[in-house]
Nanobody, 120 residues
């Protein structure tokens, strides 16, 4: 099982990034997916989640209206479009596969992180 996150980098405040999480070794269609982040000195937090077919999405309050989670089951990939980025969004971002089709924040598979730095 692999979850390969990519797309992080350095961006100025107000800018955008699109993270991707390419999965393999399991049937992604069967699982809800989530994006998480961990800032220095802080605990890992849930950013956004999406059900198995994309029919249900949820966002943490700090990112509502700015981030969009989506998935392409044919490509076994989940995405996180991040717009209007703020310095507080600086963190290592992780993707995770939930234990079932609807997101319950019980992660079965974790990916490695990708670093997002928002700074001028």
């Amino acid at each position: 099982v692999q979850l390969q996150a990519s797309g992080g980098g350095l961006v100025q405040p107000g800018g955008s990034l699109r993270l991707s999480c390419a999965t393999s070794g399991f049937t992604m269609d069967d699982y809800a997916m989530g994006w998480f982040r961990q800032a220095p000195g802080k605990e890992r937090e849930l950013v956004a989640s999406i059900s198995w077919n994309g029919g249900s999405t949820n966002y943490a309050d700090p990112v509502k209206g700015r981030f969009t989670i989506s998935r392409d089951n044919a490509k076994n990939t989940v995405y996180l479009q991040m717009d209007s980025l703020k310095p507080d969004d600086t963190a290592v971002y992780y993707c995770g596969a939930d234990i079932g089709a609807l997101f319950r924040n019980i992660i079965k598979y974790w990916g490695q992180g990708t670093l997002v730095t928002v700074s001028s």
